[in-house]
């Protein structure tokens, strides 16, 4: 019987050794103990880098130094020590990583990293499909992955060979792939906030309503300090001692008008350096409002703190974060029976708003999505702007 020079080499087992095997290209390749998990995932690792190379009939064995594991925990060391703002405290970029990362070291931790090629980037490419990531989300996996190579040929752990070659893998383009694409952030309807805001606790609540007023990320809403807010003037101007684009040398300014003042004047009333909006205190104020409504007697029950626990796992700090913020409001979502949306969502909302009322220009500046080679004097002018229109809807 003739032999079936396409099909696929067979998963066996070493009875020497009582390993898997898989013989590709001439090659045997040892996947580890037979039946296992592992093994399995190895062979298919290596049987998808086989077929997106085209079925390659030879294999070229390279010297090399590093393998990819090394050079993923150099990386590592090397991100969580950049990526921090001015102040010392990590961004989020580093986090960023964390996806490719662990694609790069399930599937290839053990390969010398000269041998790392576009095949491979491809072959991981293709598992996020796989998988149902959007398109977005790959091509920004796939250049965190590049950068980790180019990275490591600057500080000459490889070849920049090894980067030119993945350099060459072109993004997925939009219709020609079969990963989805995403939908993107929308904006929020007024009608779906408001239900949601009725399901929330009243310092979440004006945290909404302040971001839906001002149009500013929710880092800059949980991040807020009574010292970064110059309340003179009929807009105040607040000005974030962090941001999204700090390291680009930008400052960033948020405009309060009259109606998001009202929000945020009784959060003014602290510590300067105290975060306004505080978890603590929300909690507080949660539980304040239980015992207001207690019905069972004092006398009958649980009395106000004598059922906490003495080191619980978790406990309310001083400020929200991303993902707290996120939680409260869409737990709120679904109590109300509507959609869940993010606060990001705020944001767009606001910025449609301004955009067709004012014009794009207008919703630059007050987004902050200004140039960051603007002038001094059209700096002026787009400040005066931006306190003329959020005097009217702010």
């Not at 290209?25 to 040892?30: C, F, I, L, M, V």
């Not at 991100?79 to 599937?107: C, I, M, S, V, W």
């Not at 869940?340 to 500046?365: C, D």
């Amino acid at each position: 019987m003739p032999t079936l020079k396409n099909a696929v080499p067979k998963y066996r087992k070493h009875r020497a050794s009582g390993q898997a095997v898989v013989t590709i290209a001439g090659r045997d390749h040892y996947l580890g103990p037979w039946r296992t998990k592992a093994s399995k995932a190895e062979y298919d690792r290596l049987i998808g880098e086989w077929l997106a190379a085209g079925r390659p009939a030879h294999h070229v064995v390279e010297v090399n130094q590093i393998t990819v594991v090394e050079l993923v925990a150099a990386f590592w060391k090397y991100a969580r020590d950049h990526y921090r703002r001015a102040d010392g405290t990590p961004t989020g970029t580093a986090e960023n990583f964390k996806p490719g990362l662990k694609l790069l070291k399930q599937f290839y931790g053990h390969t010398e990293a000269e041998d790392f090629g576009p095949i491979a980037l491809k072959a991981i490419r293709q598992r996020m499909i796989d998988a149902g990531h959007s398109r977005r989300y790959i091509n920004d996996s796939i250049d965190r992955i590049r950068k980790v190579f180019r990275w490591a040929a600057s500080e000459e752990k490889i070849s920049v060979e090894v980067y030119q070659r993945l350099a060459t893998v072109e993004r997925l383009a939009k219709g020609r792939t079969q990963a989805r694409e995403s939908t993107g952030v929308r904006p929020v309807e007024d009608s779906v906030v408001d239900a949601t805001i009725e399901h929330l606790l009243e310092v979440v609540a004006d945290m909404v309503q302040f971001q839906r007023l001002t149009g500013c990320r929710p880092q800059d809403v949980y991040n807020l300090r009574p010292r970064e807010v110059e309340a003179s003037g009929d807009v105040w101007l607040y000005r974030p001692g962090t941001h999204k684009t700090e390291h680009h040398g930008r400052e960033r300014v948020v405009y309060i008008g009259p109606k998001a003042q009202e929000v945020l004047r009784p959060y003014l009333l602290r510590a300067d350096d105290a975060y306004c909006f505080s978890p603590a205190e929300s909690e507080r104020k949660r539980r304040n409002e239980q015992h207001e409504f207690r019905k069972t007697p004092l006398s009958c029950g649980n009395r106000p703190g004598t059922n906490r626990k003495r080191k619980p796992k978790r406990s309310a700090g001083e400020k929200y974060t991303k993902d707290s913020y996120n939680r409260a409001v869409q737990r709120a979502c679904d109590k109300a029976g509507v959609e869940r949306w993010s606060p990001n969502r705020l944001r767009h909302s606001a910025g449609t708003e301004i955009r067709k009322r004012y014009g794009l220009e207008a919703a630059q500046v007050i987004l902050g999505h200004a140039s960051a080679n603007v002038t001094q004097i059209y700096a002026e002018r787009d400040q005066q702007k931006a306190v003329e229109i959020m005097r009217e809807v702010g």
